[in-house]
């Protein structure tokens, strides 16, 4: 069965510091890869997603950037967060298959950005 | 693009009854509509979705209704218990590109009282 991992699980960050958020899944091959944010309370916000291997594409213009060098591994990063960027992050995957829509969501990082 | 819009925000209940929770969305090209439960601190869980050649699907105590004419969709809880309090989020998806956008409307904080 197909497993999908991150971590850390919390993080605290002082503004401007750089942030590295590590999202990995098991049991499946070239799956789509999603990265969403969650303010306090509020919906989901897709960030980006992937469909390969070095393949990026971003929803939402902002200073995170993302990253897939592996094909069950997905990077979010940033040079230097800003106070709005607390939130709480999800990766999420969904199968390669046609026709198989459903998305599953990893554990999630709760960041605060101090 | 896409646009989901979740109706109540808040919603409570008393445990045995029914609750509803309703949805509306604006692309007519969105096919897969799934519904997560998120309890407190969780990760959103996949708990029901339907296909829009399909009008109706039900797994025990919820189901979910689909009116791709009205663009309306319903999730129906049955015999509430304390355990269904969550959020629970409705969202619209279709395939963009090789992958499938979701877009997620924006919750219902279910409580269900004892």
């Known amino acids: 069965s197909q497993t999908i991992h991150q971590w850390p699980a919390t993080l605290v960050q002082p503004v401007g510091s750089p942030l590295s958020l590590e999202c990995t899944v098991e049991g499946t091959s070239n799956p789509n890869l999603y990265w969403y944010r969650q303010a306090a309370g509020r919906g989901l916000q897709l960030l980006f997603y992937s469909v390969g291997i070095g393949q990026i594409s971003s929803e939402v213009p902002q200073n995170l950037s993302a990253s897939r060098p592996q094909d069950r591994q997905f990077i979010l990063s940033s040079k230097k967060l800003l106070l709005s960027d607390s939130g709480f992050y999800l990766c999420?995957?969904?199968?390669?298959?046609?026709?198989?829509?459903?998305?599953?969501f990893g554990p999630g990082t709760r960041l605060t950005v101090t | 693009g896409e646009n989901v819009e979740q109706h109540p925000s808040t919603l409570s209940v008393q445990e045995g009854d029914s609750a509803v929770i309703k949805c509306t969305y604006s692309?007519?090209?969105?096919?897969?509509f799934p519904w997560y439960k998120q309890e407190l601190g969780k990760r959103p869980q996949l708990i029901i979705d339907?296909?829009?050649?399909?009008g109706e699907k039900k797994d025990q105590r919820i189901a979910v209704t689909l009116n791709k004419t009205a663009k309306h969709f319903s999730l129906h809880i049955t015999e509430t218990q304390p355990e269904d309090s969550a959020v629970y989020f409705c969202a619209a998806s279709k395939n963009s590109g090789g992958y499938q956008k979701v877009t997620f409307g924006t919750g219902t904080k279910l409580q269900v009282i004892p």
């Open positions: 692309d007519s090209a969105s096919n897969y």
């Open positions: 339907i296909r829009s050649n399909v």
């Open positions: 999420a995957w969904s199968g390669p298959v046609l026709g198989r829509y459903e998305q599953y």
